[in-house]
């Protein structure tokens, strides 16, 4: 098939990218029975065994050289595929790492993500689940120029990582927020998501109204008011997910400094838990200012989000 | 880079008041500054016309979670 910038290529390249994991694991295996099948036969070689075990450890190098190749392949092919279906759709496909040779760029932005992770404070649960996907998180372009993203469809990420390191609601916000759709779409059973579930999305309303409830009583006010009131409770950098799931909850009517357009709520509405276990797992991951707060205004949303990984 | 400034804030509530709504400020690209959009947000409010996310070329696929 001759390539060319269209949907059917796109399709192809993320389909090639798809079964290359398969070749490497063959790869791997058939290397393995080779040696398995040496050692059986090892006492027998006779004179030439030295020359076998030469043989093999230049197998066994050059299979680790090309595995980790076409591992990088994979990758690159999926990177020109989203490349490809970008500019097919918006006329543009903005800049990548991987056209620039900013390694040190993407080594400290890796390094500083593994650093937070390591934060006193982070829940473990969230770190195990974290820890479970964290090979198979793919980053598309580090330096886009938009708003951050993933996409379920291309299985990456597109963020500005120079920005995520001097966010103002925590370094490496975005990263984790955006890791959280990524391991919410691969931790669901292929079908569905993690957050996929009644329960959580029932939780979440049970929790914004009991607070709304309180404040109307603790304040003698009547809701508008209350949204009012809470909308500054919920501002500030420590909040930007509890503001963003108010948000989502009250046609953004009642959110803090953080959050999404109506527009963005009404055009698919499985975007409320969605965005609330991002949210959740981003302010699970951290010193634990974000965490207590989600606790607070989330508490049996929270505790579900903790049965959801629990229970996986 | 978007800082969460008091000139920011005042006219984030008087975004607020206008549209009934809060400032869509997770859709903001990052990469912004706090001048250009404190001046946005007041044009919008000026104008009575919510074209915020228009103004930062703010598009993305339907599937695409922000």
């Given amino acids: ?312 | 880079m978007i800082e969460i400034t008091e000139e920011y804030l005042q006219v984030a509530k008087e975004f607020k008041k206008k549209f009934g709504y809060g400032v869509p400020l997770s859709m903001i690209p990052p990469v912004s500054d706090t001048p250009t959009l404190i001046i946005n947000i007041k044009e919008c409010i000026e104008n009575n016309k919510d074209d915020l996310l228009k103004r930062y070329n703010v598009s993305y696929g339907k599937d695409h979670l922000l």
């Fill in chain 1, 1 to 312: 098939m001759k390539m060319s910038i269209s949907n059917e290529s796109v399709a192809v390249l993320r389909e090639f990218a798809d079964k290359i994991p398969a070749v490497v694991e063959n790869i791997i295996e058939d290397t393995k029975r080779l040696i398995e099948v040496y050692n059986n036969v090892e006492d027998e070689v006779g004179p030439h065994r030295e020359d076998f075990l030469q043989l093999f450890h230049s197998i066994n190098r050059s299979q680790k050289a090309s595995g980790d190749a076409i591992k990088e392949l994979s990758y690159i092919l999926r990177c020109t595929a989203d490349k490809m279906e970008s500019y097919i759709n918006y006329g543009t496909a903005g800049s990548s790492i991987l056209q620039g040779n900013n390694t040190d760029y993407v080594r400290r932005y890796h390094t500083g993500t593994e650093g937070r992770l390591k934060t006193e404070g982070s829940n473990v649960l969230v770190k195990e689940l974290y820890n479970e996907y964290s090979d198979e998180i793919r980053i598309i372009d580090f330096d886009h120029t938009g708003v951050a993203y993933y996409s379920p469809s291309s299985k990456g990420i597109k963020l500005n990582a120079m920005a995520d390191m001097h966010n103002p609601t925590g370094n490496f916000s975005t990263y984790f927020h955006e890791a959280g759709h990524m391991v919410d779409d691969y931790a669901g059973n292929g079908h569905t998501w993690l957050s996929s579930d009644p329960e959580y999305r029932k939780c979440l309303y049970q929790d914004m109204e009991s607070y709304v409830q309180k404040t109307i009583v603790c304040k003698h006010c009547e809701r508008p008011e209350a949204y009012d009131i809470i909308s500054e409770e919920i501002s500030g950098v420590w909040n930007p997910g509890v503001s963003d799931i108010f948000g989502s909850l009250t046609e953004c009517r009642c959110q803090g400094t953080w959050g999404h357009d109506p527009s963005y709520w009404q055009e698919d509405t499985t975007r409320v838990e969605k965005e609330a276990f991002a949210n959740m797992f981003e302010a699970s991951i951290g010193s634990g200012e974000k965490l207590e707060n989600m606790k607070k205004y989330f508490p049996r949303a929270y505790a579900r989000f903790e049965y959801i990984i629990r229970s996986r």
